[in-house]
T-cell receptor, first 108, second 116 residues
Framework: GQSLEQPSEVTAVEGAIVQINCTYQ??????LSWYQQHDGGAPTFLSY????GLEETGRFSSFLSRSDSYGYLLLQELQMKDSASYFCAEGRDDKIIFGKGTRLHILP | EAEVAQSPRYKITEKSQAVAFWCDPI?????LYWYRQILGQGPELLVQ????????DSQLPKDRFSAERLKGVDSTLKIQPAELGDSAMYLC??????????????FGQGTRLTVV
């Protein structure tokens, strides 16, 4: 079954900032990554955190707190093209396990 | 730019028939994954290869599903017989690094299977 929890949907306004949270199972965990998937497309890698702290890549940032078994993806200066599903995925026991995904809706 | 190739893109089959999907990972990628994704859900790992060896197939329904990667390069996933509940997107992914160092996987465009 799924060991990652993330909200099913989030809505934000174009130009704003949105945070998508993810909690994970700790057993065998070694890192948390984030993927974006547009409708009809394949998941594409966004970021990876193995250590606590913030990783920034352009408008996207990802954060990890191992002590809280928690991470988030932060999207800034939202654009309409950011409308997609976002998955957190944990590296655990040599596997990549995906969450159920968060559907991001962006309003003009 | 190197990419993961999958075929076919779409497949419609009748229940109880056999169906096969093919994946060619990015050259040099030792790890290959097959995931199944039902609409509105996250990808579910079916099987993972390291070179030609299966390292995890705990979620593969082995009574009807089989997967192979004979030469450690391309891979085939087979379903026989197909059932209505197998309708989903089947995604292949590959990664260069040994797990534990990174979880960046590169996905193909998938095969959308419809069982009628």
């Amino acid at each position: 079954g799924q060991s990652l929890e993330q909200p099913s949907e989030v809505t934000a306004v174009e130009g704003a900032i949105v945070q998508i949270n993810c909690t994970y199972q700790t057993s065998g965990f070694y890192g948390l990554s984030w993927y974006q998937q547009h409708d009809g497309g394949a998941p594409t890698f966004l970021s990876y955190n193995a250590l606590d702290g913030l990783e920034e890549t352009g408008r996207f940032s990802s954060f990890l707190s191992r002590s809280d078994s928690y991470g988030y993806l932060l999207l800034q200066e939202l654009q309409m093209k950011d409308s997609a599903s976002y998955f957190c995925a944990e590296g655990r026991d040599d596997k990549i396990i995906f969450g159920k995904g968060t559907r991001l809706h962006i309003l003009p | 730019e190197a990419e993961v190739a999958q075929s076919p893109r779409y497949k419609i089959t009748e229940k109880s028939q056999a169906v096969a999907f093919w994946c060619d990972p990015i050259s040099g990628h030792a790890t290959l994954y097959w995931y199944r994704q039902i609409l509105g859900q996250g990808p579910e790992l079916l099987v993972q290869f390291q070179d030609e060896s299966v390292v995890d197939d705990s979620q593969l329904p082995k009574d009807r599903f089989s997967a192979e990667r004979l030469k450690g390069v391309d891979s085939t996933l087979k379903i026989q017989p197909a059932e209505l509940g197998d309708s989903a997107m089947y995604l292949c992914a590959s990664s260069a690094v040994r797990q534990g160092l990174n979880t960046e996987a590169f996905f193909g465009q998938g095969t959308r299977l419809t069982v009628v």
